[in-house]
C-alpha cells in the first residue's frame, strides 16, 4: 500500500511553454500533498503544499503564478509550471501523507528539461 | 523543525551491516526521526521512522538514544542496492504540517563488492 505515482516520469518542452505534472495517490486518499524540486547534485527542496479543496501554500521564494497547483480531488495533484524556461529544469517529485500515519510518501519524480 | 547533521558519505562491504549515525541534538519531545533514503533519479524511499523507541522493520532498525539527540540507522545486510543518498530527518508527526519534509545533505552509502 501507500503508492505515489507521478506522470509524466520526463519530459521535454520547448521554452516558453507549459507542463503539466500529475501526483495520484492510488491506494489511500491524500488530503496533502507535497511539491519538491531537486536541481543536480543538490537535495530536495520543498516548493509547496497543496490541500484538497483549497489553494496551496508556497514556500518562499516561490512564485505562486509560475507553479500553479490544484489539487481538484483527495488522490490527484498537479502541478503546472508556466512559461517554461531553461532554469526550471529539474527533478519534480510529489508526496503524499497518510492521515493514519506519520510518514509521507513519494511519487517517483519527474524529469523536466525545457529547451 | 530540528536541524540534523549527518556524514557526506561512508562505505560499507556488501553483506556487512552498515550504520547510518545522524545528530539531531535540537529534537523537541513531540518530533520523530524520519530516515528515507534516495537511489539515483528516483524519488526518497521512506525506510523507518521512530518518536523515542528503537524500531525494526523488514528494512532496517532505528536506535535512538535515550536523550533523543541521535540515532543510527542500521542496514544489518547491506547489498549493492543499497547504495543511495540516506536522508535523516526530525519532523513533527502530527499536526498541520507533518508530512512536510526538509531535507539536508544526507550521507551518500556506497556499498561495495
Known amino acids: 500500500g501507500a503508492v505515489v505515482s507521478q506522470h509524466p516520469s520526463r519530459v521535454i518542452c520547448k521554452s516558453g511553454t507549459s507542463v503539466k505534472i500529475e501526483c495520484r495517490s492510488l491506494d489511500f486518499q491524500a488530503t496533502t500533498m507535497f511539491w519538491y524540486r531537486q536541481f543536480p547534485k543538490q537535495s530536495l527542496m520543498l516548493m509547496a503544499t497543496?490541500?484538497?479543496?483549497?489553494?496551496?501554500?508556497?514556500e518562499q521564494g516561490v512564485e505562486k503564478d509560475k507553479f500553479l497547483i490544484n489539487h481538484a480531488s483527495l488522490t490527484l495533484s498537479t502541478l503546472t509550471v508556466t512559461s517554461a524556461h531553461p532554469e526550471d529544469s529539474s527533478f519534480y517529485i510529489c508526496?503524499?501523507?497518510?492521515?493514519?500515519?506519520?510518514?509521507?510518501?513519494f511519487g517517483q519524480g519527474t524529469r523536466l528539461t525545457v529547451v | 523543525d530540528a536541524k540534523t547533521t549527518q556524514p557526506p558519505s561512508m562505505d560499507c562491504a556488501e553483506g556487512r551491516a552498515a550504520n547510518l549515525p545522524c545528530n539531531h541534538s535540537t529534537i523537541s519531545g513531540n518530533e520523530y526521526v524520519y530516515w528515507y533514503r534516495q537511489i539515483h533519479s528516483q524519488g526518497p524511499q521512506y525506510i523507518i521512522h521512530g518518536l523515542k523507541n528503537n524500531e525494526t522493520n523488514e528494512m532496517a532498525s532505528l536506535i535512538i538514544t535515550e536523550d533523543r539527540k541521535s540515532s543510527t540507522l542500521i542496514l544489518p545486510h547491506a547489498t549493492l542496492r543499497d547504495t543511495a543518498v540516506y536522508y535523516c530527518i526530525v519532523s513533527l508527526g502530527g499536526g498541520t504540517s507533518y508530512g512536510k519534509l526538509t531535507f539536508g545533505q544526507g550521507t551518500i552509502l556506497t556499498v561495495h563488492p
Open positions: 508526496s503524499a501523507r497518510l492521515e493514519a500515519r506519520t510518514e509521507a510518501f
Open positions: 497543496s490541500n484538497e479543496g483549497s489553494k496551496a501554500t508556497y
